[in-house]
Each structure stands twice: as C-alpha cells, then as structure tokens.
C-alpha cells in the first residue's frame, strides 16, 4: 500500500463536482385512473422529510399562469407560497420564463422543460425525491426518455366500481352528467383498458410496484412502509399524521387542503350503486378486475372493506 503524496509545486487535480444540471434526479411517478386515491398515496409518501409531493405536474402551467384563489397544500395562496417562488425563480434562470408549458408536442421541449422544473424543486430541496402525480401513462412514457431522471413508477388501483362511480357523482355536483367524462359506462372501460394497458406497459420495469387503494385504506402502516422500501428511503412515523406535515403540492382533489386526521375508506359505492350497474360494470371490466383480485359479488366486497 502506497501513500499519495503531493510536491509543493503540483496540486493534485480536484475532480469537479456535477453542476446542478447534470445531476440524475429521483422521481417518483404515481400512475393510475383518475379517482383511484393518487391523491392519498401522494400525501402518505410526501409526509416523509425526503420526498416533494409537487402535485399533477402536467397542469402546472394552467395553475400557476393564472392562481386565481388557489392554494397550495401548505396553505399558502399559490402566487404567495415561498416554495413555488424559488422554484419559479430556478424556472426563469435555466429557462427564460417563470411559468413554461410541460404539454408540448417537441420532445425536446418538452424533456427540457421539465427536467429544468425537477431540477428547480431540487435546487430549493437538495435532499428530495420528487413526486410527480400526473397519472398519465403518456407523459410517463416520455419522461423515461430522460436520462437525467431516476424513475420509480408506482400504480395505483382501484375497484373499478368505485372509480366510475366516483365520477358519476363528480358529474352530478357540477351538474354535468351529460359529459362523456362522467358516464359511468365509459369510465368502467377506460379504466379496464388504462389499467391493462399500465400492467402490461410497466410491470416488468425493475422500478415499478403496484399498490390497492383498498389494501392502502385497509392498513395504511403496511403499505407505506412497502412503498418506502421499494423508493429506498426510511419510513417515518409522521407519514401515518400526513395531515400535519408541510407539503407543497399545487393540485390535487380537495383532500389535500383538508389536514385530514385519518384515514377512511369511500365505500358510498357498495350501497348506493345501483343493481344493474353493479353487475354490468363487472361484466365489462371482469377479467382486468379478476387479474387485480377483486371480489366479484356485492356482498363479497362489502365482507372486505
């Protein structure tokens, strides 16, 4: 074994440090149908000290170009959070603008775009994974692209009948019911589809783990801690008092802004839905709901949650 030693006239070489922008960034990305609790799984995950929950990323142009009376989760006025300032901030040094577009056409544009964006939220978090729940197989498609984002991919799921009637009661509080978006039929195919389409897509990629909406309610505990081992971060026990931790993200449904003290099942569906939707909806979607271990039969679905 040898020492190094240095001669007085010749400095060893410093080996440089990665700017800030050749950095791999961690990211998590929460993929699934609307109405499956992305929300939910986001707030147990980002109550841990290492981990931005940012929200839908792929809507922060529309929220932030006009914040009107949103909030964000830390309670803040969007356009007066200190977070989202220096992240703005980060945006227009490395981009020119505060508030860029990440639903662009240019693949170019858009890997730059938001690479700059992951990288501004590191730069006022240095220790943070990231956590993006924009949902979409399409947008996560693209940012695996990125070689300078280290994804991890979590799918999350829901019984089918509780998504599509979820948004058919979305659908009759805005009094829209007549918008394709909110039929229940429509809703019960998509998500057969997505959630087939995800599987098949991501379940051999070594960063992929799929979690229940049901099994999470169930024994929220087990389950973050199964989410935290598969992202390689320590679980914490504040993540079980989500409600009382500062996060940051800018979107989400109105779960979020509540500082929910518990966690409680929505099982409006078992009993309200009516017969002939129950059972057509179990028709449509019985293979893709059989794959994921879903009880067939109401009273069967009732015994579980």
Known sequence: MHDLVSSPDVQPAATPAPSADERVIPLIYVVCKGRSGSTLTALLMSANSRIIGAGEVESFHKR?????????????????????ADVQE????????RVPKFRVDDDATFLR???????SIQDTAPTSILLDKSKKPGRLDRLLTSKKLDITIVHVVRDVRAV?????????????????RYNFLKNIARWAWLNS????????HPRYLRVRYEDLVADPEKHVRALMAHVGVPFEDSQMD??????????GNRMRLQNADGIRPDTKYIEQLP??????????AFPVLRYFGYPIARPDVASRA
Do not use: M
């Not at 964000?72 to 200190?82: K, N, R, S």
């Not at 775009?113 to 990288?119: G, K, L, Q, T, V």
């Not at 599509?164 to 394709?180: I, M, N, V």
């Not at 009382?244 to 800018?250: L, T, V």
């Open 197 to 204: 389409w995800i599987t098949l897509r991501y379940r051999r």
């Open 113 to 119: 775009n938001n690479e700059a964006f992951f990288a």
């Open 90 to 97: 980060g945006l227009e040094a490395r981009l020119g603008e």
């Open 164 to 180: 599509a009637y979820s948004f058919q009661q979305r659908g009759e509080r805005k009094d829209r019911t007549d918008e394709l």
């Open 275 to 284: 017969r002939w939707k129950w059972w057509v909806g179990t028709l449509l």
């Open 64 to 84: 932030f170009s006009k914040p009107g009376h949103r909030r964000c989760t830390c309670g803040e006025a969007l356009d007066a959070c200190p977070f989202w």
């Open 242 to 251: 989500f409600g009382k931790a500062e996060q940051h993200a800018f979107s």
